[in-house]
């Protein structure tokens, strides 16, 4: 009789330790689901890839403005708690550089304009409502989140004092590297990534050509106020806003072809 109430004992003290374990992560970092992260959205553009030799030739003599327009970046901030989360500019209407240069008789200048995004996620519906901007017109894209075929590494390391994890998104024809950390249980992150089993704090594309690394991480209570999904914008799918942005560029192409200038397309993000 002693010997099989010591062995309950046994068996309820192991039960408990393991329960400990499964809730010491949450003990530990249930106040880090809420509040503010900085991301830097650095872009790597290949200038000369469309243009032609004449066009280069041309734009040889402007070697400093040339590498300046190859190396952009932008400030965006992600607002999360635990259940939903906005991703935007950090600085509204801070958000146009001004390149110039001149050579001779000859000047060049040129203006890179981040567009106005908005992306909201919800965690708990799984849904996405995600505001772009494409040649000064507004759109509002609402749909579900999409299954992500991540596959996580062994591979860690530091950022932010944040021990993170690589994982390797499998279901695109991009390469998409991210960085996550457990100590923030946030299943979010920069952009529309997100769905691991803690907050992402680097995106590397196409080995770094677009990269979004956190700068700051600040824990707070988040007001109501601050994650509030965007309305603005015309009501269109992902299908037909992809339709819409090939047929306008390609419109473009046409009229700066037509002219005979040189045509930069640069957009900051993605």
């Not at 203006?111 to 409502?129: C, S």
């Not at 603005?232 to 200038?261: D, L």
């Amino acid at each position: 009789m002693i010997g099989n109430l010591n062995e309950t004992k046994t068996l309820i003290m192991k039960k408990l330790v393991l329960i400990l374990i499964t809730l010491l992560p949450t003990i530990i970092f249930g106040q880090q689901t809420e509040g503010i992260i900085i991301f830097e959205e650095t872009i790597e553009h290949d200038i000369e890839a469309n243009m032609s030799e004449e066009d280069k030739a041309h734009m040889a003599q402007f070697g400093d403005i040339m590498a300046q327009l190859g190396n952009l970046s932008s400030e965006k901030q992600l607002i999360f708690t635990a259940k939903e989360s906005i991703y935007k500019a950090y600085k509204p209407g801070d958000d146009t550089q001004t390149i110039s240069s001149e050579e001779g008789d000859f000047q060049i200048m040129t203006m890179v304009v981040t567009p106005e995004e908005v992306i909201y996620q919800d965690y708990e519906n799984e849904k996405i409502i995600e505001q772009k901007e494409f040649m000064q017109k507004k759109f509002l894209l609402n749909y579900e989140m999409k299954s992500s075929l991540w596959k996580i590494s062994g591979e860690q390391k530091e950022i932010l004092g944040y021990p993170c994890i690589k994982a390797m998104l499998n279901d695109t024809a991009e390469s998409i590297e991210a960085w996550f950390t457990l100590q923030i249980p946030v299943p979010s992150g920069p952009s529309t990534f997100g769905q691991l089993p803690g907050m992402i704090l680097q995106v590397a594309i196409d080995e770094g050509k677009l990269k979004l690394t956190a700068k700051t991480i600040e824990f707070k209570t988040v007001d109501k106020d601050e994650i509030v999904p965007p309305k603005k914008g015309k009501k269109v799918s992902e299908e037909e806003f992809r339709k819409i942005a090939e047929e306008k560029t390609k419109e473009m192409q046409e009229v700066y072809e037509g002219e005979g200038g040189i045509r930069m397309e640069i957009q900051i993000g993605d």
